[in-house]
């Protein structure tokens, strides 16, 4: 692996690379440790966390489909208090920068997760998810809708000083119209795509598959749709954009970046092959040392110049 | 899990076809066969590309000469379908050992084995590893006669075997409950571990329970991580403050069946 | 094949067995005249027809992605007048029921094409492609605007008394609302989903793959998302469905129809297999007949009865 | 496109690694192989479900004992390498013939063939169909040595055969079209057929173009049905009514070069 400089920043928040691992896909970073070397990566991004603890939906919660995975995980989580005294501690040593990805049923769950983990040591960002797709109140309601979005962006605002970056929802027609309710409101960063909704049915139980019937729907299957919506975003807005979807290696992650990405995210890949993060680090910075001279910047958005 | 899961790249050393489109296969991978305990398993890939997408979960049915891992694989779809299709020589990606798997047995605790076909491949290892022997009981059940390959491995037979089919074509016929019951009846053991189809273990916890025997179930349930990443294998847990779950692959998949919400799962 | 009743009513087209195929993916219909007895399908779906010819969109326009196909067409076709001439005496001999994709860049468009082929005889119904991602003006601002919808519908609705097949877009927050649009202003069924709007970049050439940038996804990459939708749609409209979006076998007809869809029609897998959608007819029959006596219409939504 | 294309299953007969990479295949199929023309093609798949999605064009390179195809194939990704991994005895779906072929060369009509290395394919046929013979011209670029071996095939070594590679280990360094061009000033033929390279072959219309020789290109664009029904395979003509496209599956393969708009290709 050759040694040039991938640092980038994303708001406030400076990765010492591009790669982050997307929530819900990496635990809460220990899971993997025996895996790969964790400080190797740009960022984590937690579990999705909730004041409370979740227990999530009834199995099953997971099944295949064609170059893709269907999941309905409901948000389990250990909630805010158990995520502060086991979880946090572990990943604050770590030189990854931390994301904690926050969910919530209501405006006051999400301000209570940022304000309350603001305070403690170890947490660079948020990434707010107002955008799974999997839980009755997820907070996709907000996700669809600009004026919601915008207003718990303000609120969220004024609970911490640290970087927002906002999880859009490709499930609507115009993902351009929240981000810029986002925007206005003071966020700092996009990422996308969340999971897009989707389902199977067995037809031997006549019944959907999954336990919550619908899911989310992630890997290589979706990444010409997250791709696009990554495009799009770019061409509407000036924060910079965290993408992912379906990425499985650093060709899928370059293509992100000539889309608008400012950086990445590795998501189902981690479920195939734990060192896929990690193996996606060194692939750019290959590919980026050949391109030397050119700076990591001069790439991000670079197919909108053809 | 206490044991260090690594990713390794094994070497096929044996692969035949056994009983019905199963295959027994040697996989040689030092660094899981050194550490792995009977219950555990690992998560393989045996394909380039994202068909399937997921890796897939094989219990470890034993280790061979310290080195390899013996595994027995029934072929139901495309993951198992190219990964028994691998020949001595070719490579697997694996990561592991996986899972809790089953406690020991304590000193002079009398532990049965009940197993439904390749539910055995477990309970084989706890044998191997731990040193079953002919006064430990083994319950088998298969759907005929084709199945009772499995009860002919050498492991296996130093136990005190008993085995049905559900088409009476070799061993009793019915259903291995039929002949646990009675065995249960009469004197039953410190502790019931079993493993196989989901029915079947159902059943079998239900019959401990009502004997006031511990039994320990090893579940089967779709996985995508294999190590407590993405909380996709839930397993329903009886809990008087509602609903809750545990983890297939990291808190299992061996449990207490009394714990388990079997209506829910 | 076993000689059950498949009969199916389509608002009022009725069709001989519930299997279409998809337009785009069926040329004119003759195309696959070699390859099998076109009389055996329940319906052919022609490309869209536009007033005017049109050239379509410069290559590359057509590319393979994991489990899926990325398509900018642009929606060439021979233009109204030599689908009359040329084309409609050919499918008018059919015993399959014709339907003719109708698309457009204003309401003038789809009323000309509607109202020419009225009067003509062999056109047993219109499929209306208010979805096409793929062209500026191909109508996709009619398939995410409810109100644009309704009236264009009614547009429709007074031009012709052919039954009204309306093509919805999935790329849109709710199909619900489009669909309650067109269904109060007289549409007779609805057919979904159309492409997913999606990309890819050739990071070697650092510009999009496609001639026209951006494409929309099929195949069976979609089929969870589609299964969704129409699932959805089937909750909120009293309407027939005709469901499609990566069914290439007879069980992910079986899922559409369990979800909700009265027919189901094939795009994609015409072109990996020319005899996929009569294999699909043959494989629904038989299905058919193992549940005998039950009728094909006990099926049509079973799943939401678990 | 008269003949009746037909969808088959057919059995390979041979399969032969040759020259870089590549695979000489005999498939039997007779009913493609009894109507096929020089420059038609095939759509193969020789796996099952999605991964490639769709079927891969093969040109026939010709037919072998009146009921099979000779087809040469470069693995350059997934579906060309699951094609050529097919053995004898195995089989392989196809769907054909497809396209429209060269045209036969009229009576006392002199015709030149151009190939850049796997383009030899369709131009083989077309020898072994018209019976080109010593008096034929046939101008070949490899990139390297290994590429020679298409021009020892025996169809082929009937032309007067006038080879060059890219790195000059073998035949006259250089590109095809620096041989092409004296040739052409010294005297032209009536036509030339062409198949290779998008660049060389927009090379060897522009040669042609400038001698005033009728030149027949067989275009490679992806295609997804490959008979006319998807309309995804444009090719960019040249129209004074602004744009217009023709398709290469059903138009062509094979284009009079002077009709098609190479900057818009
Ligand atoms: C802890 C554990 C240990 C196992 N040990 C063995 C073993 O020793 N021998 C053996 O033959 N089988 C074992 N299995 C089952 C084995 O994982 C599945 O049979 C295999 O994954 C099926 O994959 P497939 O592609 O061949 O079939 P598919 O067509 O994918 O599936 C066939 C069936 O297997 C189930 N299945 C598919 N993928 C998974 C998955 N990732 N996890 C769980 N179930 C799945 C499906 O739900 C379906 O019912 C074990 C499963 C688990 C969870
Ligand atoms: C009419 C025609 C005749 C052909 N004849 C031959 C032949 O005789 N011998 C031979 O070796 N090759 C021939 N090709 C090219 C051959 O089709 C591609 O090399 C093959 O499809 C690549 O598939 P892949 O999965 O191996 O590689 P991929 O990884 O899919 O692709 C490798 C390259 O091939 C191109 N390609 C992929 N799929 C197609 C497709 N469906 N159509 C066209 N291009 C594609 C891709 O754009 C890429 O540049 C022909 C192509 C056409 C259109
Ligand atoms: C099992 C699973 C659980 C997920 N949980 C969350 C979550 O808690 N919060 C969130 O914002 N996104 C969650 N996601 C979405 C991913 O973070 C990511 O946006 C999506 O999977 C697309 O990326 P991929 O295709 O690389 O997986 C989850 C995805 C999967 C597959
Ligand atoms: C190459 C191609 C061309 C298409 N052209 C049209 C069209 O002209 N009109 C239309 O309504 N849909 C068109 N579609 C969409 C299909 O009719 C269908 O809705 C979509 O492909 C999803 O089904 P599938 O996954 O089975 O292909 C086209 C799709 C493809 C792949
Ligand atoms: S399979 Fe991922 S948590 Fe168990
Ligand atoms: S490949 Fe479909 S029209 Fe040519």
């Known amino acids: ?306 | 899990m206490n044991t260090k899961k690594t990713s390794s790249i094994a070497r096929v050393i044996r692969a035949n076809r056994f009983a019905k489109e199963c295959c027994e296969m040697v996989l040689e991978c030092p660094g899981i066969a050194a550490s792995a305990k009977p219950g555990q398993f690992v998560q393989m890939k045996a394909w380039e590309g994202f068909q399937p997408l997921l890796r897939r979960p094989i219990s470890i049915a034993g280790v061979v000469d310290r080195s390899s891992l013996l595994l027995w694989i029934r072929i139901v779809g495309p993951g198992s379908r190219l990964i028994t299709s691998k020949l001595p020589g070719d490579e697997i990606e694996l990561i592991g050992p996986l899972g809790n798997g089953f406690e020991p047995p304590d000193k002079n605790e009398k532990v049965w084995m009940v197993a439904g076909t390749l539910g055995a491949a477990p309970l084989r290892f706890y044998s191997q590893l731990y040193g079953a022997g002919a006064d430990c009981r083994f319950f088998y059940g298969g759907a005929a006669s084709c199945d009772m390959e499995v009860v002919e491995d050498a492991e296996i037979c130093k136990m005190n075997v008993c085995a049905t089919t559900e088409d009476g074509s070799a061993g009793q016929k019915g259903l291995v409950t039929d002949i646990l019951k009675p065995a249960l009846d009469e004197s039953p053991p410190d502790r019931i571990i079993t493993c196989g189809p989901k029915g079947m273990m159902k059943a079998v916890a239900a019959l401990s329970a009502a004997a006031g025997t511990k039994c320990d179930v090893s579940l089967d349930c779709f996985m995508a991580c294999g190590f407590g990443a993405c909380m996709g294998c839930a397993v329903p847990i009886l809990d008087d403050g509602g609903k809750r779950y545990l983890h297939a692959c990291s808190d299992g998949p061996v449990f207490d069946s009394a714990v388990i919400d079997w209506e829910a799962l």
Not at chain 1, 3 to 16: A, E, F, P, S, Y
Not at chain 1, 61 to 67: C, Q, Y
Not at chain 1, 127 to 133: G, L, Q
Not at chain 1, 202 to 225: H, M, Q, T, Y
């Open chain 1, 1 to 306: 692996m050759s040694n040039v400089d991938m640092t980038v920043r994303i708001g406030g928040l400076t990765l010492k690379n591009p790669v982050l691992v997307s929530s819900g896909t990496f635990g809460y970073g220990r899971e993997f440790a025996d895996f790969i070397d964790l400080n190797k990566l740009g960022g984590i991004i937690t579990k999705a966390i909730t004041p409370k603890p979740r227990a999530g939906n009834p199995p099953p919660r997971i099944i295949e489909t064609p170059a893709g995975v269907l999941n309905a995980i409901g948000l389990e989580n250990c909630g805010l208090d158990v995520f502060i005294k086991d979880k946090l501690p572990y990943l604050k040593d770590l030189s990854a920068a931390i994301v904690v990805n926050v969910a919530g049923a209501c405006e006051s769950d999400y301000v209570e997760v940022v304000s309350s983990l603001s305070k403690e040591d170890g947490v660079d960002a948020f990434e707010i998810n107002i955008s799974c797709p999997n839980v009755k109140h997820g907070g996709i309601e907000f996700g669809t809708d600009a004026g919601r979005a915008g207003e718990l962006v303000a609120n969220l605002r004024s609970a911490t000083k640290l970087p927002l970056i906002i999880k859009l929802s490709p499930n609507v027609a115009d993902v351009c119209e929240i981000a810029a309710g986002a925007e206005a409101a003071g966020a700092d960063a996009f990422s996308l795509v969340n999971t897009y909704r989707g389902m199977a049915i067995d037809i031997a139980k006549e019944r959907p598959v999954l336990g919550n019937k619908i899911g989310g729907l992630s890997g290589p299957a979706i990444k010409p749709l997250a791709l696009y919506q990554v495009w799009k975003l770019y061409q509407s807005v000036k924060l910079p954009i965290i993408g992912m979807g379906g990425i499985m290696n650093h060709i899928d992650a370059i293509e992100f970046i000539y889309a608008g990405a400012s950086a990445v995210s590795v998501g189902t890949a981690n479920f195939i092959d734990p060192s896929a993060s990690v193996k996606i680090v060194d692939g750019l910075s290959t590919w980026l040392a050949e391109k030397s001279p050119r700076g990591f910047e001069y790439f991000i958005g670079r197919a909108h110049r053809a």
